[in-house]
């Protein structure tokens, strides 16, 4: 069983406070603490705009605290952390390449991989290739993005996120702008890629029973500026299925985890 | 394969329809040919002056299509430019703007001043009229790169080199080959414009000429050559879009 523990964290924020806008603009997050350990599933909730996705720009070192510190695989965050992959409500995948090319993407900009890959492109298209098939997507690497439906879409978004092996995969809303069923078939999409490849991961999410399935802990943040306002661990045993979404204690965590939104939002 | 064959046969039907009607408004109408001629005695000028209309129609084309590659050039550094920094972004775009409100037809007269009469003063206003377009073409499609996907490039550590190589050019360029369509026909009006105010050849002192010797059947045939050679120009450029940017042109709105 995965134990929180500060000094061990994989991915710890302490006491961060963010502003945008220089001094005097509005703070996004307030005082904000986290700690996920290594090879956990953490889940963020809160109401909208509580500054979930200054979290996500925090840990990835796209953005830095004026106050606290963010570590992320024990170092302080002072660049962006090449050991991360994003995925985010918007697919965003690139209509002049193909799904492959899509997914080969991350490959040309992060080294050690950027130097190789014109000379290995056979081993890496390889790879690529697995991962698609990983994710239901076998031999659909040479249609164009908009050939592929919204799910597709998001498939690929998140094979872009982890093909150059990321320990930490930071995810913003992915499931968002999708409808209920294929929502839930990228939950056990999402769910057996952290199952098997015993990743980080970090969901931003407003859907409680998204959190709820997939997550070892949840975190919830209250309204701007964000802080974290409670912390559930999600006791349920794995592997589960999605039936475990119909037991009265799934619906038990998500009604408690409602009520603290609720007070987060007053 | 009906449609289809309605819509390649659509503009020749469209353009002999607007000939019939011409022809048949001078001669109903009776309207004198020094008024407005008919397009057969259009037709027979432009057979009847036909090495005159060649010879400064080439001129017309080459002065267009050098003032053209130097829009095309200039235009495409200054978009990248002002696409990469919102420093020169701010500097250059109200001192742009400025610059392309000015009436091109004014600033023959200096160009005279500078370079004489002919060539050079045609090449430079057709450059100067059609670079406008592409440069904001160019920048649009830089600015249009969407912040989650810079994220996503940004955090595995791309540089804005990488972004701008792998990201922004490639999507600023259907911008940029749209705005090729319009600059080549700008150009053509920027010599056409200097041809008529100072030059001693083209397409535009011919009509000019024409028109002070009364023969009207051959300020249209100058006319009728200026639209042949804009139309060709614009088929090219097209052409040239469709084939460097086919991912763009999906959309099956107005095929029906």
Same mark, same amino acid.
């Given at each position: 069983?995965?134990?929180?523990d500060?000094?061990?964290?994989?991915?710890?924020?302490?006491?961060?406070?963010?502003?945008?806008?220089?001094?005097?603009?509005? !703070? *996004?997050?307030e /005082? +904000?603490?986290?700690?996920? @350990?290594?090879?956990?599933?953490?889940?963020?909730? &809160?109401?909208?705009?509580?500054g979930?996705s200054?979290?996500?720009?925090l840990?990835?070192?796209?953005?830095?605290?004026?106050?606290?510190?963010?570590?992320?695989?024990?170092?302080?965050?002072?660049?962006?952390?090449?050991i991360?992959?994003?995925?985010?409500?918007?697919?965003?995948?690139?209509?002049?390449?193909t799904?492959?090319?899509?997914l080969?993407?991350?490959?040309?900009?992060?080294?050690?991989?950027?130097?190789?890959i014109?000379?290995?492109k056979?081993?890496?298209?390889?790879?690529?290739?697995?991962l !698609? *098939?990983?994710? /239901? +997507?076998?031999?659909?690497? @040479?249609?164009?993005?908009?050939?592929?439906?919204? &799910?597709?879409?998001?498939?690929?978004s998140?094979c872009?996120?982890?093909?150059?092996?990321?320990?930490?995969?930071?995810?913003?809303?992915?499931?968002?702008?999708?409808?209920?069923?294929?929502?839930?078939e990228?939950?056990c999409?999402?769910?057996d890629?952290?199952a098997?490849?015993?990743?980080?991961?970090?969901?931003?999410?407003h859907?409680?029973?998204?959190?709820?399935?997939?997550?070892?802990?949840?975190?919830?943040?209250?309204?701007?500026?964000?802080?974290i306002?409670?912390?559930?661990?999600v006791?349920i045993?794995?592997?589960?299925d999605l039936e475990?979404?119909f037991?009265?204690?799934?619906?038990?965590i998500?009604?408690?985890?409602?009520?603290h939104?609720?007070?987060?939002?007053? | 394969?009906?449609t289809?064959?309605?819509?390649?046969?659509?503009?020749?039907?469209?353009?002999?329809?607007?000939?019939?009607?011409?022809?048949?408004?001078?001669?109903?109408?009776?309207?004198p040919?020094?008024?407005?001629?008919?397009?057969?005695?259009?037709?027979?000028?432009?057979i009847?002056?036909?090495?005159?209309?060649?010879?400064?129609?080439?001129?017309?084309?080459?002065?267009?299509?050098?003032g053209?590659?130097?829009?095309?050039g200039?235009?495409l550094?200054?978009g990248?430019a002002?696409?990469?920094s919102?420093?020169?972004?701010?500097g250059?775009?109200?001192?742009m703007?400025?610059?392309n409100?000015?009436?091109?037809?004014?600033?023959?007269?200096?160009?005279?001043?500078?370079?004489?009469?002919?060539f050079v003063?045609?090449?430079?206003?057709?450059?100067?009229?059609s670079?406008?377009?592409?440069?904001?073409?160019?920048a649009t499609?830089?600015?249009?790169?969407e912040?989650?996907l810079?994220?996503?490039?940004?955090?595995?550590?791309?540089?804005?080199?990488?972004?701008?190589?792998?990201?922004?050019?490639?999507?600023?360029?259907p911008?940029?080959f749209?705005?090729?369509?319009?600059?080549?026909?700008?150009?053509?009006?920027?010599?056409?414009?200097?041809?008529?105010?100072?030059?001693?050849?083209g397409?535009?002192?011919?009509?000019?000429?024409?028109?002070?010797?009364?023969?009207?059947?051959?300020?249209?045939?100058g006319?009728?050559?200026?639209?042949?050679?804009?139309?060709?120009?614009?088929?090219l450029m097209?052409?040239l879009?469709?084939?460097?940017t086919?991912?763009?042109?999906?959309?099956?709105?107005?095929?029906?």
């Amino acid at each position: 069983m995965l134990q929180p523990d500060s000094a061990n964290g994989f991915v710890t924020l302490d006491g961060v406070s963010h502003v945008y806008g220089g001094t005097g603009g509005t !703070l *996004a997050v307030e /005082g +904000l603490s986290i700690n996920v @350990s290594r090879g956990e599933f953490a889940a963020v909730v &809160g109401p909208s705009g509580c500054g979930k996705s200054t979290l996500m720009k925090l840990a990835t070192g796209l953005q830095f605290p004026f106050k606290g510190a963010v570590r992320v695989a024990g170092e302080v965050v002072s660049k962006p952390v090449k050991i991360a992959g994003m995925a985010f409500q918007a697919p965003t995948l690139l209509p002049w390449r193909t799904t492959l090319e899509n997914l080969l993407l991350p490959l040309e900009i992060v080294e050690p991989h950027r130097s190789r890959i014109r000379r290995h492109k056979a081993e890496y298209v390889e790879r690529a290739e697995n991962l !698609l *098939a990983s994710v /239901g +997507l076998r031999g659909q690497g @040479s249609k164009y993005p908009w050939e592929l439906s919204g &799910g597709m879409q998001q498939r690929t978004s998140l094979c872009r996120a982890l093909i150059h092996e990321p320990d930490l995969l930071m995810l913003d809303e992915p499931f968002g702008a999708l409808d209920a069923f294929t929502r839930e078939e990228l939950w056990c999409v999402i769910r057996d890629l952290h199952a098997a490849r015993k990743i980080t991961i970090v969901l931003v999410t407003h859907d409680l029973r998204e959190a709820v399935f997939l997550a070892d802990r949840i975190f919830v943040m209250s309204a701007r500026p964000g802080r974290i306002v409670s912390e559930r661990v999600v006791d349920i045993p794995r592997p589960r299925d999605l039936e475990v979404t119909f037991t009265p204690q799934f619906t038990g965590i998500v009604h408690e985890l409602r009520e603290h939104i609720v007070k987060a939002r007053q | 394969m009906k449609t289809t064959l309605a819509i390649r046969l659509a503009p020749w039907l469209a353009t002999v329809a607007l000939f019939i009607v011409w022809e048949a408004a001078c001669r109903i109408f009776n309207i004198p040919v020094f008024f407005l001629p008919p397009p057969s005695l259009v037709f027979k000028a432009v057979i009847e002056f036909w090495p005159a209309l060649y010879k400064h129609s080439l001129f017309t084309l080459s002065s267009t299509l050098v003032g053209f590659a130097m829009a095309v050039g200039f235009g495409l550094l200054l978009g990248l430019a002002v696409g990469w920094s919102r420093a020169i972004y701010a500097g250059v775009y109200p001192l742009m703007i400025g610059f392309n409100a000015i009436p091109k037809v004014a600033v023959v007269p200096i160009l005279v001043l500078w370079f004489g009469i002919g060539f050079v003063p045609a090449v430079l206003t057709a450059f100067l009229i059609s670079f406008f377009p592409i440069v904001v073409n160019v920048a649009t499609g830089l600015a249009t790169i969407e912040p989650e996907l810079e994220d996503v490039l940004k955090a595995l550590g791309a540089s804005k080199l990488d972004i701008m190589r792998k990201v922004g050019i490639p999507r600023a360029l259907p911008y940029f080959f749209g705005s090729l369509k319009v600059a080549i026909t700008l150009a053509f009006v920027g010599a056409v414009i200097s041809e008529s105010v100072a030059s001693n050849v083209g397409i535009g002192n011919l009509m000019l000429q024409a028109q002070a010797q009364f023969q009207v059947p051959l300020i249209f045939a100058g006319l009728l050559a200026l639209a042949v050679e804009g139309i060709v120009m614009y088929a090219l450029m097209a052409m040239l879009e469709a084939r460097m940017t086919g991912w763009a042109q999906r959309s099956g709105f107005a095929q029906g």
